[in-house]
């Protein structure tokens, strides 16, 4: 396989590939990391923060990515590396690998092309199914994927509506929210689970895993009710 055919998502699981990172830092900067509510509340958890707050303080593109600072590097990228190592998003835990997950559910990856400068050193002495089991990512894969096949089906539904000007009430009725200005992001996990719970007589719960698959329930319901004219 050519270095070019490489950069190209034609990878399985069973590809010869390693990579020791040399810790240049190289990969944290000048990248756009993207974000989905799942990373944003294991990130938000392990800074002590809500969703919301960490939404406002650290990302861009309405929540879809993180900040960079005026130097390009990635906001928690510190003198000694990332400063959220434990909790960084799959993006990262990736590196320098991209997946991508079709329609019909095939995976398939690809090598991201290389800082010049990088020390990372990169062989064919392991496989990638070898390289992602190191880095803690079926969780993460999981959740993209919901995310991913949740987001779709509201894009569609809400492209469909000729009533567009209802789609607040809608989110209003199928999640509890209360329509405001400054509170009307459904992918705010903490906020949407809040409200949510709040309509249903739920408890809210507090860890990571159980409020991921409450918010998922809640975006669900939304995007039922406009898809069946219910909401």
Do not use: W
């Amino acid at each position: 396989m050519t270095a070019a055919s490489r950069t190209l998502f034609v990878l399985t699981r069973e590809t010869p590939f390693s990579y020791q990172c040399g810790r240049c830092l190289q990969c944290c900067r000048s990248k756009t990391i993207p974000l989905n509510p799942y990373e944003v509340a294991r990130l938000a958890a392990y800074l002590g923060e809500t969703t919301t707050q960490f939404l406002a303080r650290h990302t861009v593109m309405g929540g879809a990515a993180l900040r960079r600072r005026d130097d390009e590097a990635c906001v928690f990228l510190g003198e000694d590396g990332c400063t959220v190592h434990p909790a960084r998003p799959l993006a990262c835990r990736l590196y320098p690998l991209g997946r991508r997950v079709a329609g019909n559910g095939d995976e398939t990856f690809a090598e991201l092309d290389p800082h010049p400068e990088t020390a990372g050193a990169y062989g064919i002495d392991g496989t990638i199914a070898g390289y992602i089991a190191k880095h803690d990512v079926a969780k993460h894969f999981a959740a993209a994927d919901r995310y991913s096949r949740i987001l779709k089906r509201m894009l569609i539904a809400l492209s469909k509506r000729d009533d567009r000007r209802d789609v607040d009430a809608d989110a209003t009725e199928a999640l509890g929210r209360a329509p405001t200005a400054e509170d009307d992001n459904v992918l705010d996990m903490d906020a949407t689970v809040l409200r949510y719970c709040a309509s249903k007589g739920r408890p809210v719960p507090t860890e990571v895993e159980e409020k991921t698959l409450l918010h998922i329930e809640a975006l669900e319901a939304f995007v039922t009710g406009v898809e069946t004219g219910a909401t």
